[in-house]
């Protein structure tokens, strides 16, 4: 009897290790990837997570683009990392067509708004490698038909469950086998790796390739998690890994640092410990 169900690799490092960027003598701050984060109001911590995992991940330039009345909010607790303010939708769009940006993330405390759908379509139409994720997927709520027809270049979706029903109308369900099929269908739907989050995160692609991830503690279930993953993934894009494996590549990653950290997780910990973590990879 043929078996139809869908293929897929165990995540592992096997599979994305020798993509991981290695800085050398040659290398400057914008050759090392510059991720452009849009942040919002008044949720303003969870672009600040996600600011963070990317530059813990090997950014090396990250900047938050603010609404100017939020700068200060922002400023206050980022050093590294740059609160770009703006005041007008000219000025965000003109952080956003900076040629130095190597790619986007939003989402995270963005806010369900038409300006939210507006930015991440304005970001896609640059070609240059997007996440949306949290709130920018909630804004395209039985709308995905809209992104894929705006995705022309490398593209990761990461919906929790809830996130995932919003977009597609479709609840997705917890037997493996019919779980990567959903997520398979609305990657070749969208056009973009689609990285359905939970216990064992799928990451499809709309070629076909499905990898699952395991390394996740149960302790990753806590608030800003999923903005600390998305900034990963964010950055490794613009470090020129591709997206499945960017993708796969922060989910382990992502594990792994929560593994590390054990008991009384919470998102903070998980930027602070991915540099070990690169380091063991890296080596
Ligand atoms: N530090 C910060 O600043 C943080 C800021 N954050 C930011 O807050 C914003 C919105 O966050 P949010 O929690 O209000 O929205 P969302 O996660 O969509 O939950 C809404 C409803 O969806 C449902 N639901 C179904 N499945 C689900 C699942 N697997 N996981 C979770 N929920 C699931 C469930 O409803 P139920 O199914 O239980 O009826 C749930 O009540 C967003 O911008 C985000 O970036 C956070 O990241 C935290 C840290
Ligand atoms: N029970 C669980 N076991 C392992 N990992 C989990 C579990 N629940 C959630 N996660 C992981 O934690 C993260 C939660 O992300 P998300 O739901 O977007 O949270 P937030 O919106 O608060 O950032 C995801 O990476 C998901 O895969």
Redesign the pocket.
Known sequence: MPNDQPSYQPNSPALWQSLLPKPDASSHKYSRGYVLIQGGYPVTG?AR?AGLAAARSGAGITAIAVPEHAFSIYASQLLSIMAKPYASTPELYALIDDQRVGAFLIG?GADNTEETRQTTLTMLQTGKPVVI??DALTAFAMQADRLSKAISGPCVL?P?DG?FQRLLGVKPTIELHERIQQALTASRQIHAVILL???K?IIAAPDGKVIV?EN???????????????GMIASLLAQGVPALEASAAA?WI??EA?RLFGTGLI?EDLPELVPQVLESLIA
């Open positions: 969870a997570l995270p994720d949290a990461t929790h996130e989050k939970g216990a995160s991830n996740a503690p149960p302790t990753l279930a806590t608030a800003g998690a999923g903005d600390v993953l998305a989910a992502h594990g929560a998102a």
